[in-house]
């Protein structure tokens, strides 16, 4: 079956530092991967989604950029975190079956703070 | 581009009642998701919705997507405490690459 990792669960930075989220996926192949952040009281913002290997599409301009060095692991980076990038981030799978996409399979999360 | 309007924002509601949650398009849903959240955690799946004028339903809640394709709505009957949390609606956007998704209706079930 299929399983996706999300860590770390919780993080607390300082402005000005570096970021990295990591998000594995186990159990299929060549998925659809996605990065979410949901600030307080708001709906889910699709930040970054990626078809394939370095095929990476940005959704909104920001401070965080995202890589993805292998089919089933995606990378939420950050150079200097600004206090606006606290939130809760979420990545998510899903696939092609057939000519339809499954509907997205979510990881647990990651609450950042940034102080 | 596409946009989702979820309503009410928050919804408070005595147990063994039923509640309706809406979802609106700015267009045409071609496949129209529905999710649940507990606070600080990731999204469960609930149903799946494709075709003008299609129900769903698993337990107690139901799912619809009208005719036009443009609104759905998710009814919990007799609600319990274990349904609380965030309700979400998500559509397809961009070809169908990726699902946006409406702010999110915060139900709250008093026992």
């Known amino acids: 079956s299929q399983t996706i990792h999300q860590w770390p669960a919780t993080l607390v930075q300082p402005v000005g530092s570096p970021l990295s989220l990591e998000c594995t996926v186990e159990?299929?192949?060549?998925?659809?991967l996605y990065w979410y952040r949901q600030a307080a009281g708001r709906g889910l913002q699709l930040l970054f989604y990626s078809i394939g290997i370095d095929q990476i599409s940005s959704e909104v301009p920001q401070n965080l950029s995202a890589s993805r060095p292998q089919d089933r692991q995606f990378i939420l980076s950050s150079k200097k975190l600004l206090l606006s990038d606290s939130g809760f981030y979420l990545c998510?799978?899903?696939?092609?079956?057939?000519?339809?996409?499954?509907?997205?399979?979510f990881g647990q999360g990651t609450r950042l703070t940034v102080v | 581009s596409q946009e989702l309007e979820q309503s009410p924002q928050s919804l408070i509601v005595q147990e063994g009642k039923n509640l309706t949650i809406n979802c609106t398009s700015s267009k045409t849903l071609y496949g129209l998701y529905w999710y649940k959240q507990k606070y600080g955690e990731g999204l469960i799946f609930l149903m799946m919705l494709q075709k003008g004028g299609e129900e769903k339903s698993h337990e107690k809640i139901t799912a619809k997507l009208d005719e036009k394709k443009q609104q759905s709505s998710l009814h919990i009957t007799a609600s319990q405490p274990s349904h609380a949390g965030i309700y979400l609606c998500?559509?397809?956007?961009?070809?169908?690459?990726?699902?946006?998704f409406g702010a999110g209706t915060r139900l709250f079930v008093k026992a």
């Open positions: 159990g299929t192949s060549n998925p659809n």
């Open positions: 998510a799978w899903s696939v092609y079956a057939g000519a339809m996409r499954t509907e997205a399979f």
């Open positions: 998500g559509a397809d956007a961009a070809g169908g690459f990726k699902t946006i």
